[in-house]
Nanobody, 114 residues
Framework: QVQLVESGGGLVQPGGSLRLSCVAS????????MGWYRQAPGKQRELVAV???????NYADSVKGRFTISRDNAKNTVYLQMYSLKPEDTAVYYC????????WGQGTQVTVSS
C-alpha cells in the first residue's frame, strides 16, 4: 500500500513560481511511474506531467516550458516546479503513482491570482 502526501500549494500572483512536493510511503518508490494531475472547478481532472522509473518525463502542452517534474528516489519524493504561473493554472493538484494499480494523494490547492 502506498500513501501520497502533497505539499507546497498556495496563492501566487501571475508570473510567480511554486514547487509542489509529494512524499510516498512504503517501499519500491523507484519502480513507480509518478505524475501530477490537476482539476479545476467544473472541469475534468487532467494530466500535467509524468515521470517514469527511468526518469523519462512528459508534459501537457499547456505547461511545457513552464513546469518541470523531477524525482528523488532517496527521499521517496516527486516534485513539480512551476514557473510563469497563469490564472488558468489554478486547480487542485494531485500526486499520482502507478505500479500495477493507481494511487492518489489528497490534493493541494494552487491559486494564481492578483
Amino acid at each position: 500500500q502506498v500513501q501520497l502526501v502533497e505539499s507546497g500549494g498556495g496563492l501566487v500572483q501571475p508570473g510567480g513560481s511554486l514547487r509542489l512536493s509529494c512524499v510516498a510511503s512504503g517501499s519500491g518508490f523507484r519502480f513507480y511511474t509518478m505524475g501530477w494531475y490537476r482539476q479545476a472547478p467544473g472541469k475534468q481532472r487532467e494530466l500535467v506531467a509524468v515521470i517514469t522509473a527511468g526518469d523519462s518525463a512528459n508534459y501537457a502542452d499547456s505547461v511545457k516550458g513552464r513546469f518541470t517534474i523531477s524525482r528523488d528516489n532517496a527521499k521517496n519524493t516527486v516534485y513539480l516546479q512551476m514557473y510563469s504561473l497563469k490564472p488558468e493554472d489554478t486547480a487542485v493538484y494531485y500526486c499520482h503513482a502507478y505500479l500495477i494499480r493507481d494511487y492518489w494523494g489528497q490534493g493541494t490547492q494552487v491559486t494564481v491570482s492578483s
